[in-house]
Protein backbone atom coordinates (compact mmCIF):
# COMPACT_ATOMS: atom_id res chain seq x y z
CA UNK A 1 0.00 0.00 0.00
CA UNK A 2 0.94 3.15 -0.36
CA UNK A 3 2.65 5.51 2.10
CA UNK A 4 0.55 9.27 1.06
CA UNK A 5 -0.49 11.22 3.37
CA UNK A 6 -4.22 12.03 3.29
CA UNK A 7 -4.67 15.55 1.53
CA UNK A 8 -4.69 18.37 3.78
CA UNK A 9 -7.71 20.54 2.39
CA UNK A 10 -6.37 24.41 1.64
CA UNK A 11 -8.85 25.87 3.08
CA UNK A 12 -9.75 29.75 2.50
CA UNK A 13 -10.44 31.06 6.04
CA UNK A 14 -11.86 34.34 6.91
CA UNK A 15 -9.46 35.41 9.71
CA UNK A 16 -6.29 33.82 11.15
CA UNK A 17 -8.71 33.20 14.45
CA UNK A 18 -10.26 30.74 12.11
CA UNK A 19 -7.31 29.24 10.82
CA UNK A 20 -5.74 28.56 14.29
CA UNK A 21 -9.48 27.19 15.03
CA UNK A 22 -9.30 24.76 12.09
CA UNK A 23 -5.51 23.92 13.19
CA UNK A 24 -6.81 22.89 16.66
CA UNK A 25 -9.99 20.52 15.21
CA UNK A 26 -7.20 19.01 12.76
CA UNK A 27 -4.83 18.11 16.27
CA UNK A 28 -7.82 16.88 18.36
CA UNK A 29 -9.04 14.95 15.18
CA UNK A 30 -5.14 13.13 14.89
CA UNK A 31 -4.43 12.74 18.28
CA UNK A 32 -7.68 11.78 19.62
CA UNK A 33 -9.97 10.64 17.13
CA UNK A 34 -8.24 8.81 14.16
CA UNK A 35 -6.61 6.08 16.56
CA UNK A 36 -9.82 4.65 17.76
CA UNK A 37 -12.31 5.40 15.00
CA UNK A 38 -12.67 2.17 13.03
CA UNK A 39 -11.99 0.10 16.36
CA UNK A 40 -15.19 2.06 18.30
CA UNK A 41 -17.39 2.32 15.28
CA UNK A 42 -17.49 -1.57 14.45
CA UNK A 43 -17.87 -1.93 18.87
CA UNK A 44 -20.89 0.73 18.50
CA UNK A 45 -19.26 2.67 20.87
CA UNK A 46 -20.09 6.08 21.60
CA UNK A 47 -17.13 8.49 22.57
CA UNK A 48 -19.04 10.81 25.07
CA UNK A 49 -15.33 11.84 26.63
CA UNK A 50 -14.24 12.97 23.91
CA UNK A 51 -17.69 14.94 23.12
CA UNK A 52 -16.56 17.08 27.01
CA UNK A 53 -13.29 17.52 25.42
CA UNK A 54 -14.48 19.00 22.25
CA UNK A 55 -16.87 21.28 24.65
CA UNK A 56 -13.75 22.17 26.21
CA UNK A 57 -12.23 23.18 23.55
CA UNK A 58 -15.51 25.40 22.67
CA UNK A 59 -16.17 23.11 19.55
CA UNK A 60 -19.68 22.47 20.84
CA UNK A 61 -20.42 26.35 20.62
CA UNK A 62 -18.84 27.94 17.88
CA UNK A 63 -21.62 29.90 15.99
CA UNK A 64 -23.54 31.14 18.77
CA UNK A 65 -23.03 34.27 19.88
CA UNK A 66 -20.03 34.96 22.32
CA UNK A 67 -22.46 37.13 25.26
CA UNK A 68 -24.29 33.58 25.36
CA UNK A 69 -21.11 31.73 25.87
CA UNK A 70 -20.68 30.99 22.26
CA UNK A 71 -17.59 30.80 20.06
CA UNK A 72 -18.74 33.76 17.67
CA UNK A 73 -17.63 31.99 15.01
CA UNK A 74 -19.63 32.44 11.37
CA UNK A 75 -21.44 29.35 9.73
CA UNK A 76 -18.63 29.71 6.85
CA UNK A 77 -15.79 28.54 9.56
CA UNK A 78 -18.30 25.96 11.77
CA UNK A 79 -19.35 24.31 9.07
CA UNK A 80 -15.58 23.66 7.85
CA UNK A 81 -14.90 22.67 11.32
CA UNK A 82 -17.89 19.67 11.10
CA UNK A 83 -16.12 18.63 7.72
CA UNK A 84 -12.74 17.78 9.51
CA UNK A 85 -14.54 16.25 12.26
CA UNK A 86 -16.55 14.02 9.90
CA UNK A 87 -14.04 13.10 7.62
CA UNK A 88 -11.80 11.19 10.42
CA UNK A 89 -15.27 10.00 12.21
CA UNK A 90 -18.97 11.01 11.11
CA UNK A 91 -20.40 10.05 14.96
CA UNK A 92 -18.49 13.03 15.79
CA UNK A 93 -18.98 15.65 12.83
CA UNK A 94 -22.68 14.51 13.11
CA UNK A 95 -22.60 14.62 16.84
CA UNK A 96 -21.61 18.69 16.95
CA UNK A 97 -23.93 19.15 14.02
CA UNK A 98 -27.00 17.56 16.43
CA UNK A 99 -25.81 19.41 19.57
CA UNK A 100 -25.36 22.20 17.64
CA UNK A 101 -29.64 21.83 16.23
CA UNK A 102 -30.46 21.12 19.74
CA UNK A 103 -29.16 24.85 21.32
CA UNK A 104 -30.55 26.69 17.99
CA UNK A 105 -34.40 26.82 19.73
CA UNK A 106 -33.49 28.64 22.88
CA UNK A 107 -30.52 30.77 21.12
CA UNK A 108 -32.63 32.45 18.24
CA UNK A 109 -36.57 32.37 20.58
CA UNK A 110 -35.53 31.93 23.99
CA UNK A 111 -35.84 35.03 26.45
CA UNK A 112 -33.19 36.84 27.65
CA UNK A 113 -33.70 35.01 31.38
CA UNK A 114 -33.11 31.72 29.14
CA UNK A 115 -30.52 32.07 27.43
CA UNK A 116 -28.57 33.75 30.31
CA UNK A 117 -29.39 31.35 32.70
CA UNK A 118 -29.15 28.03 30.25
CA UNK A 119 -27.08 28.53 27.20
CA UNK A 120 -23.63 29.09 28.59
CA UNK A 121 -23.63 25.63 30.34
CA UNK A 122 -25.43 23.99 27.31
CA UNK A 123 -22.95 25.64 25.24
CA UNK A 124 -19.56 25.01 27.16
CA UNK A 125 -20.43 23.02 30.02
CA UNK A 126 -19.91 19.52 29.02
CA UNK A 127 -23.38 18.61 28.03
CA UNK A 128 -24.74 16.66 25.08
CA UNK A 129 -27.97 18.09 23.31
CA UNK A 130 -30.72 16.19 21.07
CA UNK A 131 -33.35 17.52 19.13
CA UNK A 132 -36.59 15.89 18.87
CA UNK A 133 -38.88 16.53 15.99
CA UNK A 134 -39.57 13.20 14.47
CA UNK A 135 -42.00 10.51 15.51
CA UNK A 136 -43.54 6.52 14.40
CA UNK A 137 -46.17 7.75 12.22
CA UNK A 138 -44.40 11.75 11.64
CA UNK A 139 -41.35 11.60 9.82
CA UNK A 140 -41.34 13.94 6.74
CA UNK A 141 -44.74 15.05 7.64
CA UNK A 142 -43.49 17.04 10.83
CA UNK A 143 -46.49 18.91 11.27
CA UNK A 144 -48.71 16.06 12.10
CA UNK A 145 -47.01 15.41 14.98
CA UNK A 146 -48.49 13.96 17.83
CA UNK A 147 -47.31 14.10 21.31
CA UNK A 148 -48.76 16.56 23.35
CA UNK A 149 -48.08 18.80 25.89
CA UNK A 150 -51.09 19.95 27.79
CA UNK A 151 -50.61 22.66 30.61
CA UNK A 152 -51.62 22.70 34.15
CA UNK A 153 -50.56 25.58 36.27
CA UNK A 154 -46.87 27.04 35.72
CA UNK A 155 -46.37 23.34 34.57
CA UNK A 156 -46.76 21.44 30.87
CA UNK A 157 -47.36 17.60 31.14
CA UNK A 158 -45.76 15.80 28.15
CA UNK A 159 -47.16 12.78 26.81
CA UNK A 160 -45.88 10.66 23.40
CA UNK A 161 -42.90 9.43 21.56
CA UNK A 162 -40.48 10.87 19.88
CA UNK A 163 -38.78 9.07 16.82
CA UNK A 164 -35.08 8.55 15.03
CA UNK A 165 -33.42 10.88 18.17
CA UNK A 166 -29.58 10.77 17.65
CA UNK A 167 -28.15 10.91 20.97
CA UNK A 168 -31.50 9.52 22.04
CA UNK A 169 -30.86 8.29 25.71
CA UNK A 170 -27.52 9.56 26.08
CA UNK A 171 -28.13 13.45 25.66
CA UNK A 172 -28.28 15.78 28.89
CA UNK A 173 -31.50 18.23 27.73
CA UNK A 174 -33.28 17.31 24.22
CA UNK A 175 -35.09 20.44 22.39
CA UNK A 176 -38.66 18.83 22.25
CA UNK A 177 -41.52 19.98 19.59
CA UNK A 178 -44.74 19.19 21.08
CA UNK A 179 -48.68 19.64 20.46
CA UNK A 180 -49.96 22.33 22.52
CA UNK A 181 -53.00 23.44 20.02
CA UNK A 182 -55.15 22.03 16.99
CA UNK A 183 -54.08 20.15 14.33
CA UNK A 184 -51.50 21.37 11.69
CA UNK A 185 -47.90 23.29 11.81
CA UNK A 186 -49.67 26.28 14.41
CA UNK A 187 -50.81 23.92 17.31
CA UNK A 188 -47.01 23.38 17.94
CA UNK A 189 -44.77 24.42 20.83
CA UNK A 190 -40.57 23.82 21.97
CA UNK A 191 -39.78 23.05 24.96
CA UNK A 192 -36.53 22.54 26.24
CA UNK A 193 -36.66 18.31 28.52
CA UNK A 194 -33.62 17.86 31.09
CA UNK A 195 -32.05 14.23 29.79
CA UNK A 196 -33.09 13.03 33.49
CA UNK A 197 -36.67 14.10 33.15
CA UNK A 198 -38.95 11.18 35.70
CA UNK A 199 -41.09 9.62 33.06
CA UNK A 200 -38.47 10.37 29.69
CA UNK A 201 -37.56 6.87 28.88
CA UNK A 202 -35.05 5.71 26.02
CA UNK A 203 -35.70 2.80 23.89
CA UNK A 204 -33.05 0.65 22.86
CA UNK A 205 -31.21 1.92 20.24
CA UNK A 206 -31.85 1.32 16.75
CA UNK A 207 -30.13 -1.22 14.91
CA UNK A 208 -28.48 0.35 11.70
CA UNK A 209 -26.51 -0.68 9.10
CA UNK A 210 -23.96 2.81 9.71
CA UNK A 211 -23.01 5.10 11.86
CA UNK A 212 -23.24 2.48 14.63
CA UNK A 213 -21.30 4.93 17.28
CA UNK A 214 -24.06 7.24 17.33
CA UNK A 215 -27.10 5.55 19.59
CA UNK A 216 -30.62 6.51 17.88
CA UNK A 217 -33.51 5.63 20.24
CA UNK A 218 -36.91 6.36 20.12
CA UNK A 219 -37.91 8.39 23.41
CA UNK A 220 -40.97 8.01 25.50
CA UNK A 221 -42.50 10.73 27.15
CA UNK A 222 -45.05 9.65 30.15
CA UNK A 223 -46.31 12.34 31.91
CA UNK A 224 -43.11 14.50 31.75
CA UNK A 225 -43.52 17.72 33.68
CA UNK A 226 -41.83 20.62 32.97
CA UNK A 227 -41.98 24.33 33.84
CA UNK A 228 -43.44 26.93 31.63
CA UNK A 229 -39.63 28.49 32.05
CA UNK A 230 -38.63 26.02 29.94
CA UNK A 231 -41.29 26.24 27.32
CA UNK A 232 -39.07 27.96 23.94
CA UNK A 233 -40.71 31.30 22.26
CA UNK A 234 -44.80 31.56 22.35
CA UNK A 235 -47.30 28.95 22.06
CA UNK A 236 -47.98 27.80 18.54
CA UNK A 237 -44.15 29.15 17.68
CA UNK A 238 -42.25 25.47 17.98
CA UNK A 239 -42.91 24.53 13.95
CA UNK A 240 -41.56 28.06 12.49
CA UNK A 241 -38.68 27.39 14.94
CA UNK A 242 -38.29 23.66 13.85
CA UNK A 243 -38.05 24.94 10.30
CA UNK A 244 -35.56 27.48 11.02
CA UNK A 245 -33.43 24.75 12.88
CA UNK A 246 -33.27 22.67 9.93
CA UNK A 247 -31.99 25.40 7.65
CA UNK A 248 -29.28 25.56 9.54
CA UNK A 249 -29.25 22.20 10.17
CA UNK A 250 -29.18 20.61 6.52
CA UNK A 251 -25.84 22.89 5.73
CA UNK A 252 -24.55 20.61 8.77
CA UNK A 253 -25.41 17.73 6.82
CA UNK A 254 -23.48 18.98 3.79
CA UNK A 255 -20.61 19.54 5.25
CA UNK A 256 -20.49 16.00 6.85
CA UNK A 257 -21.18 14.49 3.71
CA UNK A 258 -18.45 16.47 2.17
CA UNK A 259 -16.22 15.48 4.86
CA UNK A 260 -17.25 11.89 4.78
CA UNK A 261 -16.74 12.16 0.68
CA UNK A 262 -13.19 13.71 1.19
CA UNK A 263 -11.94 10.40 3.57
CA UNK A 264 -13.39 8.45 1.09
CA UNK A 265 -11.13 9.92 -2.12
CA UNK A 266 -8.09 10.40 -0.13
CA UNK A 267 -8.34 6.55 0.97
CA UNK A 268 -8.94 5.66 -2.66
CA UNK A 269 -5.95 7.86 -4.00
CA UNK A 270 -3.77 6.13 -1.32
CA UNK A 271 -4.16 3.22 -2.13
CA UNK A 272 -4.29 3.05 -6.52
CA UNK A 273 -1.19 4.71 -5.94
CA UNK A 274 0.67 1.86 -3.84
CA UNK A 275 -1.88 -0.99 -5.90
CA UNK A 276 0.44 -2.72 -8.55
CA UNK A 277 -0.77 -4.62 -11.18
CA UNK A 278 0.93 -5.66 -14.58
CA UNK A 279 4.26 -3.93 -13.06
CA UNK A 280 2.83 -0.52 -12.50
CA UNK A 281 0.46 1.30 -10.14
CA UNK A 282 -3.61 1.20 -10.45
CA UNK A 283 -3.61 5.04 -10.39
CA UNK A 284 -1.88 4.53 -13.85
CA UNK A 285 -5.03 3.27 -15.83
CA UNK A 286 -6.94 5.82 -17.31
CA UNK A 287 -9.94 4.23 -16.10
CA UNK A 288 -9.01 4.62 -12.02
CA UNK A 289 -7.31 8.50 -13.10
CA UNK A 290 -10.53 9.46 -14.52
CA UNK A 291 -12.75 8.25 -11.77
CA UNK A 292 -10.63 9.51 -9.19
CA UNK A 293 -10.83 12.90 -11.09
CA UNK A 294 -14.51 13.04 -10.83
CA UNK A 295 -14.61 12.13 -7.49
CA UNK A 296 -12.67 15.00 -6.86
CA UNK A 297 -14.32 17.41 -8.79
CA UNK A 298 -17.70 16.35 -6.77
CA UNK A 299 -16.52 17.21 -3.52
CA UNK A 300 -14.73 20.05 -4.73
CA UNK A 301 -18.50 21.09 -6.22
CA UNK A 302 -20.06 20.13 -3.08
CA UNK A 303 -17.98 22.24 -0.53
CA UNK A 304 -18.34 25.57 -2.62
CA UNK A 305 -21.83 25.26 -2.37
CA UNK A 306 -22.29 24.56 1.26
CA UNK A 307 -20.02 27.28 1.63
CA UNK A 308 -22.08 29.85 -0.53
CA UNK A 309 -25.13 28.84 1.30
CA UNK A 310 -23.45 29.59 4.75
CA UNK A 311 -22.32 32.86 3.54
CA UNK A 312 -25.46 33.73 2.91
CA UNK A 313 -26.96 32.88 6.30
CA UNK A 314 -23.86 34.88 8.05
CA UNK A 315 -24.77 38.01 6.30
CA UNK A 316 -28.42 37.67 7.28
CA UNK A 317 -29.69 37.32 3.87
CA UNK A 318 -32.42 34.44 2.79
CA UNK A 319 -30.77 30.20 2.76
CA UNK A 320 -33.45 28.09 2.95
CA UNK A 321 -33.56 27.40 -0.94
CA UNK A 322 -29.26 27.11 -0.93
CA UNK A 323 -29.60 25.07 2.24
CA UNK A 324 -31.83 22.41 0.62
CA UNK A 325 -29.50 22.80 -2.05
CA UNK A 326 -26.63 22.06 -0.46
CA UNK A 327 -27.99 19.10 1.38
CA UNK A 328 -29.66 17.50 -1.60
CA UNK A 329 -26.37 17.95 -3.87
CA UNK A 330 -23.53 16.47 -1.27
CA UNK A 331 -25.24 13.93 0.33
CA UNK A 332 -25.98 12.25 -3.17
CA UNK A 333 -22.43 13.66 -4.05
CA UNK A 334 -21.14 11.66 -0.76
CA UNK A 335 -23.05 8.62 -2.00
CA UNK A 336 -21.81 8.15 -5.21
CA UNK A 337 -18.07 8.94 -4.09
CA UNK A 338 -17.98 6.21 -1.87
CA UNK A 339 -19.66 3.70 -4.16
CA UNK A 340 -16.74 4.93 -6.39
CA UNK A 341 -13.76 4.66 -3.91
CA UNK A 342 -15.53 0.61 -2.93
CA UNK A 343 -14.45 0.29 -7.03
CA UNK A 344 -11.04 1.77 -6.92
CA UNK A 345 -10.12 -0.93 -3.87
CA UNK A 346 -11.58 -3.41 -5.27
CA UNK A 347 -11.98 -6.28 -3.40
CA UNK A 348 -10.88 -5.18 -0.53
CA UNK A 349 -12.86 -2.20 -0.57
CA UNK A 350 -15.81 -4.84 -0.07
CA UNK A 351 -14.18 -5.59 3.66
CA UNK A 352 -14.24 -4.37 6.98
CA UNK A 353 -10.44 -4.03 6.49
CA UNK A 354 -10.38 -1.17 4.44
CA UNK A 355 -12.67 2.07 5.72
CA UNK A 356 -14.12 2.41 2.51
CA UNK A 357 -17.02 0.50 3.21
CA UNK A 358 -17.81 2.10 6.43
CA UNK A 359 -17.87 5.29 4.26
CA UNK A 360 -20.28 4.04 2.23
CA UNK A 361 -22.76 2.78 4.68
CA UNK A 362 -21.89 5.84 6.79
CA UNK A 363 -23.35 8.39 3.49
CA UNK A 364 -26.16 6.53 2.68
CA UNK A 365 -28.06 8.15 6.12
CA UNK A 366 -26.69 11.68 4.85
CA UNK A 367 -29.70 11.17 2.20
CA UNK A 368 -32.25 10.82 4.80
CA UNK A 369 -31.72 13.17 7.57
CA UNK A 370 -32.52 16.39 8.19
CA UNK A 371 -34.94 15.96 5.70
CA UNK A 372 -34.76 13.30 3.07
CA UNK A 373 -33.61 14.41 -0.24
CA UNK A 374 -36.95 14.19 -1.93
CA UNK A 375 -38.24 16.73 0.66
CA UNK A 376 -35.36 18.66 -0.15
CA UNK A 377 -36.35 18.43 -3.87
CA UNK A 378 -39.77 19.84 -2.68
CA UNK A 379 -38.38 22.57 -1.46
CA UNK A 380 -35.97 23.59 -4.25
CA UNK A 381 -39.42 23.45 -6.38
CA UNK A 382 -41.75 25.82 -4.20
CA UNK A 383 -38.70 28.08 -3.72
CA UNK A 384 -39.32 28.34 -7.64
CA UNK A 385 -42.27 27.46 -8.66
CA UNK A 386 -44.42 28.40 -5.78
CA UNK A 387 -46.31 25.50 -3.58
CA UNK A 388 -47.77 22.85 -4.66
CA UNK A 389 -51.75 23.44 -5.91
CA UNK A 390 -54.42 21.35 -3.91
Known amino acids: MSDRAPRTVDRL ?21 APKAAEEEDAGHFPRELFRLLSASGLLALPYDTALGGGGQPYEVYLQVLEELAAVRLTVGLGVSVHTLACHALAGYGSKDQQTELLPEMLGGGLLGAYCLSEPASGSDAASLRTKAVRDGDHWVLTGTKAWITHGGIADFYTVLARTGADGPRGITAFLVPGDAPGLNAAPPEKKMGMKG ?10 VRVTDDRRIGDEGQGFTIALSALDSGRLGIAACAVGVAQAAL ?10 RQFGRPVADFQGLRFLLADMATRIEAGRALYLAAARLRDTGRPFSQQAAMAKLFCTDMAMQVTIDAVQVLGGYGYTADFPAERY ?23 HLAGPETR
Not at 214 to 223: I, K, N, R, Y
Not at 360 to 382: H, P
Request: hydrophobic letters at 40%; charged letters at 30%.
Open 13 to 33: LPTEEAQDLVALVRDISRREI
Open 214 to 223: SPTAQLHFDG
Open 266 to 275: DEAVAYATGR
Open 360 to 382: LREAKVLQIVEGTNQIQRMVIAR
